[in-house]
């Protein structure tokens, strides 16, 4: 229960709080003295040129990014992704979302013949032929 409440959600992603602070400090504590260190070095060879803070911007966030690398490493995600797997009812559901937003999807016989054979290759014609069935259903009980 506690590994639940380190939990946090940030940018549609799940991240744990203490990794997350983890991150930012690894980030920080090589951007930033890199960057200085580079800042330094290049006003020295450009004796305090825009071209030299420019360079150690550029160094700066290279630093970023191989920070970014080894927080990646370290800190691993914590979801679990499952590819191939549906839930009982999970595409019913998704087919009456979709019916909501866009109407009726219609009878999947009336298709063309090669998104008729696209729609039997990912394994919906059943599907689809189940959800025509069941709108066909429901517009008789209004009738």
Known sequence: MQQQQRLLEVWGDTVDSRHLLGAIGLGAGIAVPVYLVAEWGFGQLTGGDAIGRSYALVTGL?????AAVIAANIFKPKRVVTIGESTAGSREAAMDAIEDELGP???????????????????????????????????????
């Open 62 to 66: 290279a630093a970023c990014v191989i």
């Open 105 to 143: 999807l219609g009878d999947p016989d009336e298709l063309p013949a090669a998104a008729l054979a696209e729609v039997k290759e990912l394994g919906l014609y059943d599907d689809l032929v189940a959800q025509h069935r069941k709108n066909l259903a429901r517009q008789k009980e209004r009738d």
